[in-house]
């Protein structure tokens, strides 16, 4: 399932993250990549024990905590730190490739399944050119670009890639989620019930009908998850 989640970051969020990168040191983006990765990633990043990494990170994992829509969707169990890239200049790609399947920060050994990637915009379109995410899976290729502060959530088995920025430069978070849920087929019978709960419960207030689908949303992630 690939679903876009708007608004996580509010304006102002967006341009306070914004002022601390546009004065952060960037490093090669190849630093946190896989074998296959390394060879085709072509961006910077901001070193994982950063002080501006430090102090971003607990902004986005709150916002993250505060959408609804990511919550349902992701069901998280763990979230790996949020990360930091900039596309721009002459490092201003990724090529095809998949997420590893076990992330590790690197200071704890706090390790996360990727069950899920994320990308947080931190750019307007407007801003670049090019810099799309384009991610392969069953659902097709989506060309994904979406406004500063809105987030983007697919399978980290999906193939994906960054085409090149060829003007301006393109800001974002991303991580990875480990599910409660592991399998995706599951993850998104839940999501969409849980979206029916909700338009059940919008039209027809607190019925016997949305009782019985609360129930069965419940059971249902009882018996698939595992917390």
Known sequence: ?????????????????????????????????????????????????????????????????????????????????????????????????????????????????????????????DEYAGGELVIEDTFGEQRIKLPAGDLVLYPSSSIHRVEPVTHGARLASFMWIESMVRDNAQRRLLFELDMAVMGVRKDQGESSNSVKLTACYHNLLRMWADS
């Not at 989640?5 to 990168?21: D, F, K, T, W």
């Not at 070193?47 to 993250?64: G, H, I, K, M, N």
């Not at 201003?92 to 690197?106: E, L, Q």
């Open 1 to 125: 399932m690939l679903l876009q989640v708007p608004g996580v970051l509010s304006a102002v969020q967006v341009q306070q993250c914004r002022e601390l990168l546009d004065a952060a040191a960037w490093i090669d983006g190849s630093s946190t990549a896989g074998t296959q990765s390394a060879q085709v990633k072509n961006n910077q990043q901001l070193p994982e024990q950063s002080p501006v990494t430090r102090r971003l990170q607990p902004v986005v994992l709150e916002a993250l905590l505060h959408s609804a829509l990511f919550y349902t969707a992701a069901l998280p169990k763990k979230i790996f730190p949020p990360l930091f890239n900039c596309y721009s200049g002459t490092n201003n790609s990724f090529g095809k490739h998949v997420d590893n399947a076990m992330r590790t920060h690197v200071a704890t050994g706090y390790r996360v399944r990727s069950d899920l990637s994320a990308t947080l915009f931190l750019s307007d379109p």
